[in-house]
């Protein structure tokens, strides 16, 4: 039995403004399942691409770039983090873990089919330099300078270093790398200006990056006044021109013959025991109103005959007897390094010869410019005078004393 016609005609009107709702509900739904699932072939998950670094900065921002060819729920897990968002393309910056992690990537699609990606991402420390240097110094001392940049075991792996330089007021120096630090040896000449100098150390490491570490040193003056001497004019007569040619030649083939690794590898030792009788550095007048010339080693007074040893390992660059330094002795120690021994009385070693620590190179006399039996002793770097007695129970000069069998 059909209803009045009034109702019939509200079911109609109805039916008229539901039918575009439902037909919009349709066509969203195949739409949406379009773009969720029907973009990717039937049967295959989506396609990911991943851009992200293999090797990266411990405790810097590791950028990864996720693209997937369906939006798709995406999953980024790295260490202990996971990222999720439904996307096509996902941007994501994550701090770099030391060492080596994985990094997985997931996309589901609407239909449910799932990609997977992984890579390793190794991460490492970056270089933490150090500089070790002694803050003051005085004018004829020798500056040893260390830059290391690693052996934080808190911080491992670390970043390949490619280069590592010193630097003194901008000019660029010499040294010997080993392992992972370099180490300079400087001399002060004794006419140096007193006042700062900067030391800057820079590891370079694999990536081109630079770090930086920076010191400053203090040169002070010369601590002793001008000694007036007589010396008899009898004993100044061994001084002459010639004299003074030959020596300046023969020291100067000798700095140029010194190797540049060190042949040492014990600390220094006194060449005698004996009485210290003239000071390194002492500005000094042979007579009056005369030039001032400066005392370039220590004197040591003994009795005439008694041995001479070297004071570290090296090789016999200079024996033989000469006018002004008398019976001289001139030892190779390497890295710029030569000890030298003056007025000897007869010579234990020749030209060539390879002598260890301690060996007898020679006996204390008093040829040449002496006024009594003593060794003048010196220890030069790169030619240039330093304090002798600085080296002693050292490896290195201007640190603290390093024993036999401990780390330099």
Excluded: C
């Excluded at 090797?55 to 202990?80: E, K």
């Excluded at 994501?92 to 799932?114: N, Q």
């Excluded at 150390?201 to 040169?219: R, S, Y």
């Excluded at 002598?355 to 030619?383: A, C, K, Q």
Aim: net charge negative; charged share 20%.
């Amino acid at each position: 039995m059909k209803g009045p016609p009034a109702a019939a005609a509200e079911r109609a009107n109805r039916w008229r403004r539901t039918l575009p709702l439902v037909v919009v509900g349709a066509i969203l739904s195949v739409v949406v399942g379009f773009v969720l699932g029907s973009a990717a072939p039937p049967g295959e998950p989506p396609r990911i691409f991943v851009e992200a670094p293999e090797i990266a900065v411990a405790g810097r921002p590791l950028d990864v770039f996720v693209s997937v060819d369906v939006p798709a729920t995406v999953r980024v897990r790295y260490a202990d983090t996971t990222i999720e968002e439904v996307t096509q393309d996902l941007r994501v910056s994550l701090l770099a873990e030391a060492g080596t992690w994985a990094l997985e990537v997931e996309a589901e699609d609407g239909a449910g089919r799932v990609a997977h990606e992984a890579l390793s991402v190794r991460a490492a420390w970056p270089p933490a330099p150090r500089l070790t240097v002694s803050e003051r110094l005085t004018v004829g001392d020798a500056l040893t300078l260390r830059l290391a940049w690693h052996g934080d075991p808190t911080r491992v792996p670390m970043i390949p270093v490619s280069d590592a330089f010193l630097e003194l007021d901008g000019r660029r120096l010499e040294g010997v790398v080993r392992g992972d630090d370099l180490t300079v040896l400087l001399p002060v000449p004794l006419q140096s200006e007193p006042g700062a100098r900067t030391v800057r150390g820079v590891v370079i490491d694999a990536f081109g990056d630079e770090h930086e570490v920076l010191k400053v040193v203090t040169v002070e003056a010369n601590p002793y006044p001008v000694q007036e001497l007589n010396v008899a004019a009898s004993t100044l007569a061994v001084v002459t021109p010639a004299g003074r040619e030959l020596e300046a030649e023969t020291l100067e083939r000798a700095f140029a013959a010194v190797g540049p690794e060190p042949r040492w590898a014990r600390t220094f030792v006194l060449p005698l025991e004996g009485r210290a009788t003239s000071a390194f550095g002492l500005p000094r007048r042979y007579a009056p109103g005369g030039p001032v010339s400066y005392h370039l080693g220590t004197d040591i007074a003994a009795p005439t005959g008694t041995p001479i040893h070297a004071t570290n390992d090296g090789v016999v660059r200079v024996a033989g007897m000469y006018p002004i330094k008398g019976g001289l002795v001139i030892l190779d120690h390497g890295f710029g390094v030569s000890s030298l021994y003056f007025h000897q009385s007869a010579l234990a070693v020749a030209e060539g010869d390879v002598v260890e620590r301690g060996d007898v190179i020679g006996f204390v006399g008093s040829t040449g410019l002496s006024t009594g039996p003593h060794l003048h002793w010196e220890m030069r770097v790169d030619g240039v005078p330093t304090a002798p007695l600085a080296w002693v129970d050292r490896r290195w000069p201007g640190g603290p004393i390093e024993r036999d069998g401990e780390d330099p």
